[in-house]
DNA sequence: CATGAATGAGAATTCATTCAT
DNA sequence: GATGAATGAATTCTCATTCAT
């Protein structure tokens, strides 16, 4: 009936839109109720059209809620990097980064949704394919760089994407999404280190 | 003898299995409605009550069915490998089949279905650990004895999984599942034939 | 030679439409419930579903169901009309048929029904527009042979409509639709009588 | 003294009305919200309830405050009419005014209202009830005074309202409400005309 | 006076499932 | 084997209404 007491300032929005990104990534879309993200919130499924005209809507913001803060935040960092950054280190630094981010616990709950929604979703897919691109744009002139100066092989960009990118990708969907034991206690730090010191040093032009 | 009847008796079970996979993978579990699965199988709803005893068995049996090929079929290509095949050409056509098999329509409608349905379906789960498992055995031994020789430098299996397995899997997410763009046109033999080239031998001891 | 069902097979979907059309006549289409029309028609809410695709179209439905019915009928019944008859009497039988017809039971619901909805629904006001231009056309003729021949006098169409089939509607309306009590047991008949000894008499060419 | 404030403070409540009155109309009672309404009068939902004690009761008083006015209105008519009047004259007039009475927008707005609403809410119901015996009761001694003096033949006073009066109301349900084309271009003097020389015409003692 | 925030009570609709035929 | 008919349980969404501010 009456609205709750309100000692300290609930941010009833945020509330929500934390509990429907952990719904939606434990149970999907579907099968996330509109009750049960309303009790995660501490409201009633009522409330939900409060602040947003529809459970799409909901989802939508929430999955943009958060993911939306990564590629400005990899931009910020490599901007910041010292200009004459060699290749390796700059990579390095862009993988660490990249991996870190993918490991926070939000990104690991979109990215469940990206890859059971996204699919299906085109405006989900995008989100994704928005921040791909966004490293690719970021690791592209370091290579490019790289090629130029003759230090590594000149070789198929989206091939270093794959190459570089890949392991980590794999780690956190095979490691952390689908908890698979034999990846159990891998850590980060070790799967960019043997990226740099491996494929990075295999693309090397050394004869 | 009675001739073969002209109508060969379709297999109803079958049929309507191949259809659940389909809709399964492209609406996943929750929004792939028993009627649609029946009628694309040319069949009534409650006649998938006759072959499943619910739509849950039905989900199960469908993803059972497809991906139980893959490791025994791995493990066949191996064992017909020349005995005296030398690390990098037996790791070549271990990665070469994987990727070949992980290309393939149906396998990519159950991947699809494992990594949206996958984390919170424990059965689903490990369906993917056993392929992942299966995948990372067949692997380690020749890379054991590639370290064993010296051939390669001593490391983290774990981390030759990931570093070998992880653009390729890597590259099917991407390129086919979210269909990002800029993968586009990337073939599976450019992948293999990059990661051969340049993660394993980044992997040599050469100095 | 076949034995008859011991229990005659009910017909659902007539039961529906009859409770459905009843309904929307009490309450108005908004208030009439999905589940008050089900258990008036003796099933669940659910069945409604499975004989029409929505509320919308149930409504559409039941009010089609009847009203087709009177325009066909009003053709009929002067289709068989003497071809001699003289003015006075034709219309005296469209009129005391129509009035019949908007006096049954069934009639009355849809006319609440479209009275109530027709504003605001075009094909709700189209099934409408039918009727009385159904009416209108058969009138016309016979009023127009009686100009041609000078037993009535020039006058606009429109009018007569409007003198000879006024008094009736507005006679269901006030007497059977709002039960105003000041017209409580006038008789069709003695309505239909007065129209034509004083209007189609006022009509009349006699100086 | 201070001049009057530029902008004259807004008659909310008569703001609410109106808008009520339309969207009551436009919608119906159940499809009409409150917010709807509310916003149409430039407040907010809950401001109505400041008001009016409920929706029930705001929609009363819409109905009510237009149609309050129009029997008085007659009854000052035909008070300040000729004593001496003939017949023909004052029922004339008296239709005159009623229908356009009804062709007033506002009108028009309560007759949609009465219509749907009336045959299932008494209160409503009523408001019609009054109208038409105000018009009943108004007409009646006139009437009665041409039988009593011979101008008009003896007859039911029913049958006379629903003939003079019934063309009237048939007009406005056909033409305005319901907007049948057949109709359309009708003026309210032709109607009150044609009423005039046909239906009165056929109502006196000529032989 | 008026509003923003919230809610409880329903509403239509969907769907897996059952069962007599 | 297979289906038509039907249902119960759930789900999203709407809305009149309330109340502290």
């Given at each position: 009936?009456?609205?709750?007491?309100?000692?300290?300032?609930?941010?009833?929005?945020?509330?929500?839109?934390?509990?429907?990104?952990?719904?939606?990534?434990?149970?999907?879309?579907?099968?996330?109720?509109?009750?049960?993200?309303?009790?995660?919130?501490?409201?009633?499924?009522?409330?939900?059209?409060?602040?947003?005209?529809?459970?799409?809507?909901?989802?939508?913001?929430?999955?943009?809620?958060?993911?939306?803060?990564?590629?400005?935040?990899?931009?910020?960092?490599?901007?910041?990097?010292?200009?004459?950054?060699?290749?390796?280190?700059?990579?390095?630094?862009?993988?660490?980064?990249?991996?870190?981010?993918?490991?926070?616990?939000?990104?690991?709950?979109?990215?469940?949704?990206?890859?059971?929604?996204?699919?299906?979703?085109?405006?989900?897919?995008?989100?994704?394919?928005?921040?791909?691109?966004?490293?690719?744009?970021?690791?592209?002139?370091?290579?490019?760089?790289?090629?130029?100066s003759g230090q590594i092989r000149p070789i198929d960009p989206r091939l270093i994407f794959v190459l570089l990118q890949g392991p980590m990708l794999s780690t956190v969907i095979i490691r952390d999404l689908l908890q698979v034991p034999a990846l159990e206690g891998l850590t980060n730090d070790a799967v960019v280190d043997a990226v740099l010191e491996t494929t990075l040093a295999g693309l090397r032009?050394?004869?």
């Open positions: 009936m009456s609205p709750r007491p309100k000692n300290p300032p609930p941010d009833r929005r945020a509330e929500i839109l934390d509990a429907a990104l952990r719904l939606f990534a434990e149970k999907g879309y579907a099968e996330a109720t509109n009750a049960e993200i309303a009790k995660e919130a501490g409201v009633t499924a009522a409330a939900l059209y409060y602040y947003f005209p529809s459970k799409e809507e909901l989802f939508r913001a929430a999955v943009r809620q958060h993911i939306g803060r990564f590629v400005p935040t990899l931009r910020a960092l490599t901007a910041q990097a010292p200009a004459d950054a060699s290749g390796p280190e700059a990579v390095g630094m862009i993988l660490r980064s990249a991996l870190a981010f993918f490991t926070e616990e939000k990104t690991q709950l979109v990215l469940r949704i990206v890859l059971a929604e996204g699919p299906r979703r085109p405006e989900i897919r995008q989100i994704w394919i928005d921040q791909i691109t966004g490293i690719f744009e970021l690791l592209a002139p370091f290579v490019m760089n790289a090629i130029a032009t050394d004869g």
